[in-house]
């Protein structure tokens, strides 16, 4: 059995990433994707409302790094990459 190439594994991360924006954005949050690294850390960008969220710690392990976990078990961790601007 092959193991899949690195860029098919940020394919289905960008894909993890699709199916929660929508909740981060039914209270006014986004969150892209930014970077995965070659040792698989995630890094995002949050918007909007999740920028400086006293929430978006939760948001991040119990949300988002958990799904991407799951998705992917290669995944060690996800880090937000914090930017104050709203999504444009």
């Known amino acids: 059995m092959s193991t899949p190439k690195h ?12 199916l929660i924006r929508p909740y981060l954005q039914a209270d006014d949050g986004d969150v892209t994707l930014e970077e995965v690294t070659e040792d698989f850390v995630v890094k995002v960008k949050l918007w909007g409302a999740c920028c400086g969220c006293s929430m978006s710690p939760m948001t991040m392990r119990a ?21 104050s601007r709203k999504h444009e």
Not at 7 to 18: H, P, Q
Not at 63 to 76: R, S, T, Y
């Open 7 to 18: 860029t098919e594994l940020i394919e289905i991360i960008r894909k993890e990433l699709e």
């Open 63 to 83: 949300g988002i790094e958990e799904a991407m976990k799951k998705a992917v078990p290669q995944v060690k961790e996800v880090v937000a990459v914090n930017d």
